[in-house]
């Protein structure tokens, strides 16, 4: 029997929350902040077995990721560029087992905070299971199996997502693993196959290549990274090659084998069949919206024919008083843009009247440099006609990237062309993830590229990348030679 504490538990509910991810235990906290009576529904167990709230993000996604990747790339740092800026750092190795008791406490502490924060609101959490009924009525299943009926004013549907499997590679949890896997591996293979070379992909292969393995990366589309600016695409790829990341373009896997203790992959690219033998094999190829045995045939919530829960732009489902949030409905599967998601619905519960901005949602893959962009990619505004003007800087002209060794990448800044207002901002280098948010508040704010160009920021520092990119915008970088006319 699974032992946890005794639960306050009510029948009715101002608000009932399925999921604790990102996107439900926001939204769960900001209800009871707001004087809702709520219970947030979470089925989750970590690796102790006791639940764990946090949903895949705190748990198995963008959390452990982070620890892996910034431990990763504090071993290479020492490893190999130490020397060039005169620091002597013998005898660098990995330890793999403190490196992932690092992740696992992390992991504990961020959980164990979610499940404070929901004492400290006054949110009732429900380790177990949730499904949705009809009129707005919610079957609660704990995890010794025991059901009680509860009722919600309102619901709001978090249930997330699941990594997609494909048949030529079925799990088998030891050879063969998924994203979940990938962040638990006992040793470093010496050999590592990912097939994806989507986020989740590049971020697992780049944490298992500086750890000492020789990766490859089979991406079935020819073109990488679609979603991302053509130019900061191109120099990520060069730079994600030389790190020894083999990435194989226009390779689809067509099926899998393990035998002596190798899986041998066969994929077709446009030369034919080939294979490639690895001790271990990453499926990434994404993700799906996860709502098994969460809705009951009657409850009223429809899904798309993506499999998504169908929802309008404030997050309303066909249900009345039924919301959903998060990687479960349509839009970027990131963290923050459920949060935001479940903000939003709980301050309309509450009677406010916020929106999400779906035109300015970062979005960050957290390799070396790291890639992260907001709004509009040139290639859009060509496609849809719109004028545009840009401006970009690179991080080889910028005294604090110089100062940190690490110069690699650019800042573009896309505008309108009439206008001046910023639709896009795409940045390949140092500290993208935190830069970005420049670019998100001031496309929040309407800014132009003269307000930013007309904005003073600090020296040194990486974001003068941002302002000088502004400042090209018009043609008056002043740490670059610039290609147009001085305005
Ligand atoms: P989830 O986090 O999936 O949470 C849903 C919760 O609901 C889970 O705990 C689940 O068990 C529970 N649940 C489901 N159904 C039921 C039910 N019927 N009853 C009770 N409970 C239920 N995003 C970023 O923004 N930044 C990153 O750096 C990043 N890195 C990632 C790295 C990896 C390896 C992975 C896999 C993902 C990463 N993501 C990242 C994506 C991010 O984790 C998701 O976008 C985010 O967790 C989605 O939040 P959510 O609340 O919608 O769902
Ligand atoms: P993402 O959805 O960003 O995590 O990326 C997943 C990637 O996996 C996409 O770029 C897909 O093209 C790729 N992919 C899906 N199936 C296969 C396959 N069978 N072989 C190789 N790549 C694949």
């Given amino acids: 029997m699974l032992e946890y504490r005794d639960i306050p538990m009510a029948d009715k509910y101002d608000v009932i929350v399925i999921g604790a991810g990102p996107a439900g235990y926001h939204a769960a906290i900001r209800c009871a902040q707001l004087g809702l009576k709520t219970a947030c529904i979470d089925k989750s167990l970590g690796v102790d077995g006791k639940p764990a709230y946090g949903g895949t993000c705190l748990n198995w996604g963008c959390i452990p990721s982070k620890a892996l990747l910034d431990a990763s ?3 290479v740092e020492a490893r190999d560029h130490f020397a060039e800026i005169g620091i002597k750092a013998r005898n660098v190795g990995v330890d793999l087992e403190q490196m992932m008791k690092h992740k696992a406490a992390v992991v504990k502490k961020l959980t164990g905070g979610v499940a404070g924060l929901f004492k400290a609101n006054g949110v009732d959490d429900l380790p177990g299971t949730g499904r949705l009924l ?21 619901v709001i549907l978090a249930p997330g997502s699941v990594p997609v499997e494909i048949e030529p590679t079925p799990l088998d949890g ?15 293979p010496k050999t590592l196959g990912v097939i994806g070379a989507g986020v989740i992909g590049l971020e697992l292969g780049s944490v298992w290549s500086r750890l000492g393995s020789d990766v490859v990366v089979l991406e079935a589309l020819d073109d990488f990274l679609p979603m991302v600016d053509r130019r900061i695409a191109g120099d990520a790829l060069k730079s994600f090659r030389k790190q020894g990341l083999d990435i194989k373009l226009g390779t689809r896997v067509t099926g899998s084998a393990v035998k002596n203790k190798k899986v041998e992959v066969s994929y077709k690219d446009k030369d034919g069949d080939h294979s490639v033998k690895v001790d271990r094999l990453i499926v990434a190829v994404g993700r799906r919206p996860f709502t098994d045995g969460l809705l009951a045939p009657d409850c009223g919530v429809n899904l798309d024919e993506r499999g998504f829960i169908y929802v309008n732009d404030l997050c309303e489902t066909d249900a009345p008083g039924v919301y959903a949030t998060g990687d479960v409905v349509r839009g970027p599967m990131l963290a923050h843009k459920g949060m935001e998601e479940g903000l939003m619905v709980a301050e309309r519960i509450a009677g406010k009247k916020p929106m999400v901005n779906y035109d300015a949602v970062p979005c960050v893959i957290y390799t070396h440099p790291e890639v992260a962009w907001v709004g509009r990619t040139e290639e859009e ?10 401006g970009s800087f690179p ?4 005294g604090r990237a110089m100062s940190a060794n690490d110069t690699e990448g650019l800042v573009k800044i896309v505008t ?6 910023i639709v896009g901002v795409h940045i390949l280098g140092p500290q993208a993830s935190e830069l970005i948010a420049q670019a998100v508040i001031a496309m929040e704010f309407s800014a132009s590229a003269e ?12 974001s003068e990348s941002v302002h000088e990119a502004a400042m090209g915008v018009h043609g008056h970088s002043i ?7 001085k305005k």
């Avoid at 009129?135 to 309102?154: F, P």
């Avoid at 505004?381 to 840009?390: C, I, N, P, Q, Y």
């Avoid at 991080?395 to 910028?398: G, H, K, P, Q």
């Avoid at 309108?416 to 207002?421: I, L, Q, S």
């Fill in 134 to 154: 009809s009129g707005r009525k919610v079957e609660y299943t704990d995890h010794d199996g025991k059901t009680r009926s509860l009722e919600g004013s309102s």
């Fill in 381 to 390: 505004l060509k496609r849809s006609g719109d004028a545009f003007e840009v």
């Fill in 395 to 398: 991080f080889a002209a910028n």
């Fill in 451 to 462: 307000d930013l160009a007309l904005t003073m920021f600090a020296h040194p520092t990486l």
């Fill in 416 to 421: 309108d062309a009439e206008t001046d207002r």
């Fill in 73 to 75: 790339h504090k071993l």
């Fill in 479 to 485: 740490h670059m030679a610039n290609r147009k006319r």
């Fill in 174 to 188: 030891e050879y063969i693993v998924d994203s979940t896997g990938a962040l638990e591996l006992e040793s470093v």
